[in-house]
């Protein structure tokens, strides 16, 4: 639910995941290689800020006034395309914009829905809790919102994303700021009625990133999480790729560096082998990826045996 639906996934691309697309990776940390593929243009979404999967659909958010999520289906084919549902929320309440710069959405069944929202003039961060059957309803969030959570532990902004440790599940965040980046972990129960992150029991434990965080993306079934970032201020691609329990500063885990120039915002995986990623461009906003991993020399064993 989390990584990728395996279920629609046919059996060959399993196993091509399993075998053949797998590599023996250093340190025991997995990475990953993303080559490039077909890319696309989606309107009326602004300046696109993220990808996440959910229930089979591909949810693409943006800043366009108001702010917007867009539900699509994904098509295989030749080209691959990303196809409009004609489900378009506005993040208005009550008619005002109120997450005007959406940064992370994100599920889980026990603790429901998350979405940030960062302000980019006063790099303040805020996660929402939302209901996410009466948002698909609505299209908007007069009745969605059910807590409103000021992330003042945040350096610029907050991009949520649920994580698991173990069988306990975490709520995981960054910054986009340039320095004292962190990917620091919440705990869920404790945001259910929590007014500020710094409220005592909410911060689980933080660990030291890069800068330019743009989204995290949590792949459940390989424990692995990866932080989507740019090379630099408003530039250039790059994925990081961290088992985060193993390490305590994820400044030293794999960086893998893409030929894009413009602003790379989110990534989600579509499958097992294959993955969307979006950028702020209004042309050709999404790009396609074919993801190919190493793991850890036991996990491969392990997965063989």
């Not at 046919?10 to 091509?16: C, E, I, Q, Y």
């Not at 919102?145 to 698991?164: K, M």
């Not at 409220?199 to 932080?227: K, M, R, Y």
């Not at 042309?283 to 036991?298: E, Q, Y």
């Amino acid at each position: 639910m989390f990584g990728w639906p395996l279920k629609s996934v046919p059996m060959w691309v399993t196993l091509v995941f399993l075998t053949a697309g797998c590599q023996t990776a250093p340190n025991g940390q997995q990475s990953v290689d993303i080559q490039l593929g077909e890319k696309q243009t989606s309107a009326s979404l602004g300046a696109c800020q993220g990808a996440s999967q959910h229930d089979g659909y591909i949810y693409l958010y943006g800043d366009a006034k108001p702010g917007v999520i867009r539900q699509y289906m994904f098509m295989t084919g030749c080209p691959p395309r990303l196809v409009f549902t004609g489900v378009e929320i506005a993040l208005t309440f009550h008619g005002q914009n109120l997450i005007n710069h959406p940064t992370g959405l994100t599920w889980n069944p026990e603790f429901g829905t998350y979405l940030g929202n960062t302000i980019t003039a006063t790099k303040k961060g805020t996660i929402y809790h939302l209901d996410w059957p009466r948002l698909l309803i609505d299209r908007n969030l007069d009745n969605a919102i059910l807590n409103t959570i000021d992330d003042d532990l945040a350096v610029q902004g907050c991009r949520p994303e649920f994580v698991r440790k173990g069988q306990h599940w975490l709520l995981a965040t960054s910054d986009y700021g340039q320095a004292n980046n962190a990917v620091r972990y919440y705990e869920p129960a404790k945001l259910i009625d929590a007014h500020r992150t710094s409220e005592p029991g909410v911060l689980v434990q933080s660990i030291p990133c890069g800068p330019w965080v743009q989204q995290l993306h949590w792949i459940d079934e390989l424990q692995t999480l990866l932080i989507i970032q740019n090379t630099r201020a408003g530039r250039g691609w790059q994925v990081t790729s961290v088992a985060p329990w193993m390490l305590h500063d994820y400044r030293k885990a794999h960086r893998l560096i893409l030929p894009g120039e413009d602003e790379l915002e989110g990534f989600t995986c579509l499958s097992a082998d294959q993955c969307v990623l979006v950028t702020s461009s209004r042309n050709n906003n999404i790009t396609f990826g074919w993801l190919r991993w190493a793991v850890p020399c036991r996990a491969e064993s392990r997965r063989r045996g």
